[in-house]
């Protein structure tokens, strides 16, 4: 299983940003596809998933209504559109998915497969 991410980079304060994770070695239905973020000095804390079959979306509290997380089902590729970035935002960005259904709070340990971060930087 690969995941592959990419999109990371520089942006400036109240900017935006995409991130992209194509996924391949497996089928996903059934399981959630999504990021993870990890800033220098703290631990990897959830951002987005998506259920990979029904669509259903969950986010993390501090991205609530300033992201988008989708997918391309044809291209087996997740995506994460992020706005109104602060320098909070800093981090590098993994993303992940699980073997099957998660629920409840989302915790590492709940995602099996992990792609290499891409660095998001946002400059104020």
């Known amino acids: 299983v690969q995941l592959q991410a990419s999109g990371g980079g520089l942006v400036q304060a109240g900017g935006s940003l995409g991130l992209s994770c194509a996924a391949s070695g497996r089928t996903f239905s059934g399981s959630a596809v999504g990021w993870f973020r990890q800033a220098p000095g703290r631990e990897r804390e959830f951002v987005a998933d998506i259920w990979w079959s029904g669509g259903t979306t969950y986010y993390a509290n501090f991205l609530k209504g300033r992201s988008t997380i989708s997918r391309d089902n044809a291209k087996n590729t997740v995506y994460l559109q992020m706005n109104n970035l602060n320098s909070e935002d800093t981090a590098v960005y993994y993303c992940?998915?699980?073997?099957?259904?998660?629920?409840?709070?989302?915790?590492?340990?709940?995602?099996?497969?992990w792609g290499r971060g891409t660095l998001v930087t946002v400059s104020s």
């Open positions: 992940a998915a699980s073997a099957g259904p998660v629920f409840g709070r989302r915790s590492p340990g709940l995602y099996k497969y």
